[in-house]
C-alpha cells in the first residue's frame, strides 16, 4: 500500500492506496480540482467543495450515459447495432471502460466523504 496527499481546492488529503496506483489517483484529483476552479468554488468548505465536483462530474456521467444509452448488464455479449450512415458506433470496450471509471469515481467520492468529518 502506498500513501499519497491529494491536493483539491488548495487542500491536501491523505490518501492510501494499492501500489501503482499513484499516477491514476493523482491525475484524478487534478480532473477535480480543475472542475472546482471552473466552477469558482474553491476555497468554500472542504465538504462544499467536494459537493460541487462530486455533483459537476456526476452531472457529466449522467450525461455520458444519456448519449451512450447503456443498456443494463446482460448474460450475453450484445452484438454492436450496425452504424447508419454518419452515425458514431462507441465500441463495447469502451462503454465497458467508462462503466469501470464511474464505479472507480463512486469508489473515490466514498473515501472522501468517510474522510471529511476528520479533516
Given amino acids: 500500500m502506498a500513501n499519497i496527499t491529494l491536493t483539491i481546492g488548495g487542500r491536501e488529503f491523505m490518501l492510501a492506496c494499492a501500489d501503482g496506483e499513484e499516477a491514476h489517483l493523482t491525475g484524478l484529483a487534478g480532473m477535480i480540482d480543475e472542475k472546482l476552479a471552473q466552477a469558482g468554488v474553491v476555497g468554500q468548505t472542504e465538504p462544499r467543495m467536494l459537493l460541487f465536483a462530486s455533483l459537476m462530474l456526476a452531472d457529466e456521467l449522467h450525461e455520458l450515459r444519456q448519449r451512450v444509452a447503456l443498456p443494463e448488464p446482460a448474460p450475453e455479449p450484445v452484438p454492436a447495432p450496425a452504424a447508419t450512415p454518419g452515425e458514431p458506433v462507441i465500441p463495447t470496450v469502451l462503454v465497458d471502460e467508462l462503466v469501470r471509471i ?7 467520492a466514498d473515501l472522501l466523504e468517510q474522510r471529511a468529518p476528520n479533516a
Fill in 102 to 108: 464511474a464505479d472507480h469515481v463512486e469508489n473515490l
